[in-house]
């Protein structure tokens, strides 16, 4: 039962979308009206303004980590490393479909980290590197996140061999590397046309 709940728990904290609310905070756009129209922290930087996107940020991937960390703290003898990995699942999926905004979320780039830093902080830092040299190299977020989507399974299951973190969180980081290849569909296709958007403007596939 407690599972369950903190289950629940974890999707409806998820379900915060921290755009929104920046944006109505700081009195911009929905950030669901521009841009991509995705309600993230890409996005809202798209507005001009990078504290409202660095709160965004702050507040997705906290969401994540605060899901898994009390996941970890109350979950009942025995299935801690279960409960947390259903949490961890639980809170991406809140972010991505959130009851609170008849589902439609963001890309769960921001809450994955989160995720991460909480099930293992070498795991959040290793992604975060990756994201960001390919962010450095090509400035596309995409890209970035989709490398670092596909890299964040490989060092779970290294880790996990290594003792540092469950099966069961190695899997679930799998799946959300899935989900959030899924959502990323749309750029994939920009992308291999060629018309990405890349920071500070432009677009095009990355170039050797």
């Known amino acids: 039962m407690t599972l369950i709940a903190l289950a629940a728990l974890a999707y409806l904290l998820g379900s915060i979308s921290f755009a929104v609310i920046v944006a109505r905070a700081f009195g911009l756009p929905d950030p669901r009206s521009y841009g ?38 109350f979950a009942e003898t025995g299935t801690a490393d279960a409960t947390v990995a259903v949490a961890a699942l639980a ?11 008849r ?13 991460l830093i909480a099930i293992e902080p070498w795991l959040a830092s290793g992604a975060l590197a990756v994201w960001l040299a390919v962010a450095l190299r ?11 989507a596909g890299v964040a399974p490989l060092l779970s299951f290294l880790l996990h061999g290594m003792g540092r973190i469950a099966l069961e969180s190695a899997l679930a980081i799998t799946v959300i590397a899935a989900l959030l290849v899924w959502r990323h569909r749309a750029n994939i296709r920009n992308l291999l046309a060629g018309t990405e958007s890349r920071f500070g403007g432009g677009a095009g596939a990355p170039r050797p």
């Open 91 to 101: 809170v991406t999926l809140g972010h991505l479909y959130p009851v609170y905004f």
């Open 103 to 115: 589902f439609r979320g963001g890309k769960g780039v921001s809450t994955a980290l989160g995720v």
């Open 36 to 73: 991509s129209g995705n309600p993230g922290a890409s996005n809202v930087l798209r507005s001009g303004s990078k504290a409202a996107a660095a709160f965004t940020l702050l507040g997705d991937a906290g969401k994540g980590w605060l899901a898994v960390w009390l996941a970890g703290r």
């Open 138 to 148: 090509f400035r596309i977020a995409s890209l970035a996140a989709l490398v670092s």
